[in-house]
């Protein structure tokens, strides 16, 4: 039994770590996300930020028996519910994450322009397969357990956020690598880049809604003061440090990069009208 003492002082502890943990994301992001070396530092921190995420979710998932088969009294035993974080947490805090930064952080921020397209596109393909494979595993798990489905905001939330990658990715394609229309790729240039972000956050709301989920119903967190709820907690901190950097990433200025001359004239208006939208005085020119 946890003592009033213990409690209290534990509360002081949180309050002093949270706002230690404020204070630092708001620091790094404004002398890191937005500094001079940001396309470094962006790249960079994000890497090492879902590195760390991977490190304490195999924690998680280890403490939680995961991985193993899981069978019902029925006789049928399916994949264990672990792989559904696991996957959807490759899909979008790595695949998505990556996809995003292609454009604005190190290394690729350097590349030609076509290779940075077509990495985007490929990060968004296997974030796409992976996230659809994780929605399946937790529909069968629900099924074999006699749950109901979607019966949370978690799930609601990301089934939406799954869909409208869908959407993104499927939209996106046509337009950048089937169609020449050039008035279509302006119209629609803003509309991709922003509901991607918005795509990429509402996956971090949905993880760290999964995560809470997790402590909620799993034995191994049910007390309040433990290296377990702690780690869990650490994950949420880190998912939107991550995307602190990621976002960052997206809203600071493009670096004027010498690439190779584009061959076709649909490429070459293509990749004026972005800077064009990016550097909005670049119009008078």
């Known amino acids: 039994m946890v003592s009033q003492h213990e409690i209290d ?5 949180v309050g002093l770590s949270l706002t230690a943990t404020v204070a630092v ?13 940001r396309h470094e530092s962006n790249g960079f921190l994000m890497r090492i930020l879902y590195i760390t995420y991977f490190i304490l979710l195999a ?14 009294p029925s006789g049928e035993c399916v994949l264990a519910f672990n792989y559904h974080p ?3 947490s ?10 995003l930064s292609a454009y604005k952080t190190a290394p690729l921020v350097f590349a030609p322009r076509d290779l940075r397209k077509r990495y985007h596109a490929f990060m968004n393909l296997i974030a796409l397969a992976l996230g659809w494979v994780g929605a ?13 489905h979607l019966a949370s905001i978690h799930s609601w939330l990301g089934l939406a956020t799954l869909m409208l990658l869908t959407f993104q990715f499927i939209y996106g394609a046509f337009v950048y690598f089937m169609s020449s229309n050039v008035n279509l790729k302006r119209s629609f240039l803003l509309t991709h880049k922003y509901l991607g972000a918005a795509a990429y956050v509402s996956a971090c709301g949905v993880i760290s809604l999964g995560i809470s989920t997790y402590i909620l119903n799993h034995s191994v967190y049910a007390e309040n003061y433990t290296h377990r709820r702690r780690t869990a907690l650490a994950a949420v901190v880190v998912v939107w440090a991550q995307a602190f950097h990621v976002i960052a990433g997206l809203v600071s ?25 990016e550097h909005p005085e670049s119009l008078s020119e």
């Open 59 to 72: 924690a998680m998932l280890r403490w939680d028996g995961a991985l193993n088969q899981l069978c019902y």
């Open 86 to 88: 696991l996957l959807l």
């Open 253 to 277: 200025s493009t670096i004027v990069v010498e690439v190779p001359k584009l061959d076709t004239n649909a490429e070459e208006e293509e990749a004026r009208l972005i800077n064009a939208t």
């Open 9 to 13: 002082a534990n509360s002081v502890g």
């Open 25 to 37: 994301i708001v620091a790094d992001v404004l002398l890191l996300g937005f500094g001079k070396a």
């Open 90 to 99: 490759v899909a979008w805090l790595f695949c998505i994450a990556e996809s």
């Open 136 to 148: 399946a595993v937790a529909f069968k798990n629900h099924a074999a357990g006699k749950k109901p």
